[in-house]
């Protein structure tokens, strides 16, 4: 099993950026997935999940304004980011696991991050 995300960078206070995160070793229709975001001196935080049917599920920090969603075909699993703010910089995981959560322990598969830095 393997996540790779890509899609960080820099952006400008009220970008927009999209992150990937494209799995191989099993199906992403088959389990539930999220993003997670940890910034430096913080916890990680879970900040969107997707189930098998395509519900989704949202921390209030981003609700409104981060979209996720995957693409069974290209077996990929994406957050779309607009109006970041500069409180938005993070390191930003997907995982893979098997209960529809937000709690990053519930989550069995990582890949190993991408960078968003949000700075004018």
């Known amino acids: 099993v393997r996540l790779e995300e890509s899609g960080g960078g820099s952006v400008l206070p009220g970008g927009s950026l999209r992150l990937s995160c494209a799995a191989s070793g099993y199906a992403v229709s088959s389990v539930y997935m999220g993003w997670f975001r940890q910034a430096p001196g913080k916890e990680r935080e879970g900040i969107a999940s997707i189930d098998r049917f395509g519900t989704t599920l949202y921390a209030d920090s981003v609700k409104g304004r981060f979209t996720i969603s995957k693409d069974n075909a290209k077996n990929t699993l994406y957050l779309e980011m607009n109006s970041l703010k500069p409180e938005d910089t993070a390191m930003y995981y997907c995982?893979?696991?098997?209960?529809?959560?937000?709690?990053?322990?519930?989550?069995?598969?990582w890949g190993q991050g991408t960078q968003v830095t949000v700075s004018s």
């Open positions: 995982a893979a696991g098997y209960i529809f959560t937000l709690r990053s322990p519930d989550y069995n598969y």
